[in-house]
């Protein structure tokens, strides 16, 4: 992703879909993290196909389709052909890294600013859009620098492009999958079946948004149920009632964004307050906002509708009460599941929600852990296998904010660079 290729797909790339298309959703959200701007057409009977695009009948076409500011139209295409189209799908330069870094977000960006601008041979892997949990924000109003607030994907876009013009190797639309550590390296597969190989490594892999765990929750997975607070969405819910699950500052922001749109916001929190898990600043705006109600001790039990989401069930777990509201559009902001499975079998150490641990948490009697090669004790942020380091999210005990998680990115590069002379 270069600078010029965003400059030339600002307010030309069009996305043509059907309504509530789970695809057509998918693209949308991806290129809006991105910070891609795009034009939706809707497409909704034979006149709107012909008119926009010269086709006699919606049948002929596979939606959704993308057209390129050249003009190019890719048909029902994946993430990774849009990413590729964009030039943004790239091969690794180097056979070895001196650091590999697994995860975009704030964390991962920080982390390539400083180690690239070090002189350090960094790649950079993200298996989706840049920005992870963060990119998704609406607007982050609590981060030093920006006292109008900034958008969470301008936020990463803005990282990314420093870390490039330092010279960091960016790889989208890559998972590692499997991880070894041998020979003070860390060899890892990826999901297109290449490996990456580097002396030190980062994982900043950050966290999923939990499931609901309720029956037909895969049925209306993008079609009605979201992940996330689907900034892409709001301006499709115009005159709706809008629900928001989750009392953490991502779902409050959520709520106020949706609230510029919709007739109506609900946000359901399972607890009876939310001085608890939101900021003050926030608490004072969505209470202040007129169209934003908040049901505490409240979840959703139940989900209903065809080919949609038309409405869901909310239990009051205080009163014992059960109703079902009338909703096309729940958006699920809960806690988070760390994105840690590549690490079950190895040597690395994760608490029990599989977190990973580091530093003096790992210590027991004042003893490193059993396997532990190293004469020191594990440095701050390091893992239980020497030369690799969590930063973010995805560590045990770390703060769950944006300048937490780039402080950390940045400090772990520190320790990278200590390893590194350990082992020269």
């Known amino acids: 992703m270069t600078n010029e290729t965003t400059a030339q797909s600002a307010a030309k790339v069009r996305l043509y879909g059907l309504p509530n298309s789970a695809e057509a959703y998918e693209i949308r959200d991806f290129l809006n ?30 939606l959704p389709m993308v057209e390129f500011p050249d003009g190019t139209q890719l048909f029902s295409p994946s993430i990774r052909e849009i990413a590729q189209r964009l030039g943004w799908v790239t091969q690794p330069k180097f056979r070895k890294y001196d650091l590999s870094i697994y995860g975009a977000g704030p964390a991962g960006l920080s982390a390539a600013v400083y180690a690239a601008s070090e002189g350090l041979r960094t790649v950079l892997i993200e298996r989706h859009a840049v920005g992870g949990q963060a990119g998704t924000s609406s607007l982050i109003e609590n981060y030093m620098g920006f006292p109008k607030g900034i958008r969470g994907a301008d936020l990463a876009e803005r990282a990314r492009q420093q870390a490039v013009k330092f010279g960091i190797e960016l790889l989208l639309l890559r998972e590692g999958i499997k991880a070894e550590f041998k020979d003070n390296h860390i060899y890892v597969d990826l999901a297109d079946g290449s490996k990456m190989i580097a002396r030190t490594n980062i994982c900043a892999t950050g966290v999923e948004y939990r499931r609901l765990n309720v029956p037909d929750e895969d049925r209306f997975l993008n079609l009605g149920v979201f992940y996330g607070a689907g900034a892409s969405e709001a301006p499709m819910c115009r005159n709706e009632h809008v629900f928001v699950v989750g009392g953490g500052n991502s779902a409050g922001q959520a709520a106020l964004h949706f609230s510029r749109y919709a007739k109506q916001v609900t946000m359901l929190i399972r607890g009876s307050n ?85 530093g003096s948490e790992l210590l027991k009697a004042g003893h490193p852990p059993a396997g532990w090669t190293c004469d020191r004790d594990p440095f701050f942020l390091e893992t239980s296998v020497p030369g690799s380091f969590a930063a973010g999210d995805v560590r045990h005990g770390s703060v769950k904010r944006v300048a937490s998680a780039v402080g950390e990115g940045a400090m772990a590069v520190t320790f990278v660079h200590q390893y590194l002379e350990e082992n020269r």
């Open 274 to 358: 939310l001085a608890a898990t939101l900021s003050q600043y926030l608490i004072h705006r969505i209470t202040s906002t007129p169209n934003i109600e908040v049901l505490f001790n409240a979840q959703v039990t139940g989900l209903d509708g065809d080919t949609i989401l038309r409405a869901i069930t909310i239990a009051d777990g205080q009163a014992g009460t059960v109703q079902r509201v009338d909703t096309q559009r729940l958006f699920v902001c809960i806690g988070g599941v760390p994105n840690t499975d590549w690490a079950k079998d190895t040597p690395i150490i994760r608490d029990d929600a599989g977190y990973l641990i580091t």
């Open 33 to 62: 993290r991105s910070v891609v701007e795009f034009d939706w057409i809707e497409l909704t009977n034979d006149q709107d196909c012909d008119r926009e695009l010269g086709f006699s009948a919606l049948s002929d076409l596979r």
